[in-house]
């Protein structure tokens, strides 16, 4: 019986649908540019594929669309009733330490995940729309939501506690939580069935628009770059990642507004921020192996933060079983994992140029090196789906 999956980011909709297995979706697409001029839908339903301009202008005109698209797009469509969708899998970016585990939504949940809004305000309201909008169009799916943050219930006081007054921690939840956790949690467990290896010990790079690291010690997150929001840490598309907090009072004493100072932060920092001409690290690369030294610049501070972390993590590992990289600058930029792992030699990181070919899921470490290096393509949606179909009993193979 079909699980779907919805992951609802800032100005868009992902989704998938699931019935017989996580590696076999049955449809699948996104909604981009929700509440924007020209939306559009892109589907596909087996081998077919669908796009088309939408009038979208809020969440729920877009789960209503896919709902549409999911009954009547194919020959013939995945479903033939939306009423045959058993449950609804969510991407929920904060649950704070409220939650550790993948939950069936009720009031209660909504209403915890409303509160942290101000935790991840390019994601949680989101998050939130799209549950709202599936329990009115599928009111007769389980709804169950997935967080980000949960996999990083396992670290340790040392790990998540600020060097800050007690009472920030007690009365104003200020601690390290993490994020990504989702793609996090699937590498570890497909890096441990490669490795054959039910408890690895791993330092998992998620490197996209949006980039963190984790380290992993017997199969449990001990540490992660993202801290009490998804800002603190390496640097992303248009997120600055870690400065120095005295930055902020610096700009406020000059005169910036506090929502000025946000959106520096969270939109116009990074990649963007170093490059001046973009947060899409394809192009940012290209304009750096053309001569622009802005460009350039960008590229090499994105990747001594990674080295700085991955350097740190690998510590707190040791021994190490494997580096994973994965997302989309993780998976597809071989200069970008040179430049990680150069210099890195001494820690028994070596990589063997020869190994590096291919597409998808690939070990791209030598065996003169001491830890395996690997490209892991990340699938959250279909751990989503796992823990959908586990918590509302589909009998399905996911």
């Known amino acids: 019986m079909p699980v779907l999956v919805i992951n609802c980011g800032s100005s868009s909709i992902k989704y998938k649908l699931y019935a017989r297995g996580p590696e076999d979706p049955l449809a699948g697409g996104i909604i981009d540019g929700v509440g924007g001029d020209r939306p559009r839908h892109f589907h596909t339903a087996g081998d077919r594929q669908f796009e088309a301009e939408l009038d979208v202008g809020d969440y729920r005109q877009g789960v209503a669309a896919i709902v549409e698209a999911l009954a009547e797009w194919g020959s013939p469509p995945p479903i033939s009733d939306p009423a045959e ?13 409220r939650f550790s585990e993948s939950v069936v939504i009720d009031c209660a949940v909504i209403e915890e995940v409303e509160a942290l809004g101000s935790l991840a305000p390019l994601h949680n309201p989101a998050n939130l729309a799209g549950i709202r909008a599936t329990r009115d169009l599928l009111p007769g799916a389980v709804g169950v939501a997935v967080f980000d943050t949960a996999f990083f ?14 009472r920030w921690w007690r009365d104003y939840g200020v601690r390290r939580y993490g994020f ?3 793609s996090h949690r699937y590498l570890a467990e497909r890096a441990a069935r490669l490795l054959e290896n039910p408890r690895p010990n791993l330092v998992t790079l998620h490197l996209g628009a949006g980039a963190s690291a984790c380290a992993i010690r017997d199969g449990k997150a001990v540490d992660t770059s993202m801290g009490m929001t998804p800002l ?3 640097v992303m598309g248009t997120r600055s990642g870690d400065i120095d907090p005295a930055v902020v009072f610096h700009l406020l004493e000059a ?15 990074g990649l963007l921020g170093l490059s001046g001409m973009s947060s899409d690290f394809r192009r940012v690369a290209d304009r750096a192996r053309a001569g622009d030294r802005a460009a350039a610049l960008a590229v090499e501070t994105f990747a001594h933060r990674v080295r700085r972390y991955l350097g740190a993590f690998l510590v707190q590992v040791t ?8 997302g989309g600058i993780g998976e597809n930029s ?3 994992r040179h430049l990680i792992l150069t210099g890195l030699e001494t820690l028994g990181l070596v990589v063997d140029p020869a190994r590096n070919r291919g597409e998808g899921e690939r070990r791209i470490s030598a065996d003169t090196g001491s ?19 586990r918590l509302v009993n589909a009998p399905s193979q996911l």
């Open 232 to 234: 603190e840490g390496l």
């Open 334 to 336: 071989h200069e970008v």
């Open 153 to 166: 219930a396992t670290l340790p006081p040392h790990s998540y506690r600020y060097a800050v007054p007690e």
């Open 85 to 97: 969708i058993v449950g609804v899998g969510h991407r929920v970016v904060h649950g704070g330490d």
């Open 180 to 182: 990504h956790g989702i």
């Open 255 to 269: 005169g910036l507004p506090a929502s000025e100072i946000r959106r520096g932060l969270l939109r116009e920092g």
């Open 371 to 389: 830890v395996d290096i690997w490209v892991i393509p990340t699938d959250e949606e279909s751990l989503i789906a796992r823990d959908t179909a």
């Open 319 to 326: 021994p190490c079983d494997g580096v994973v990289f994965s």
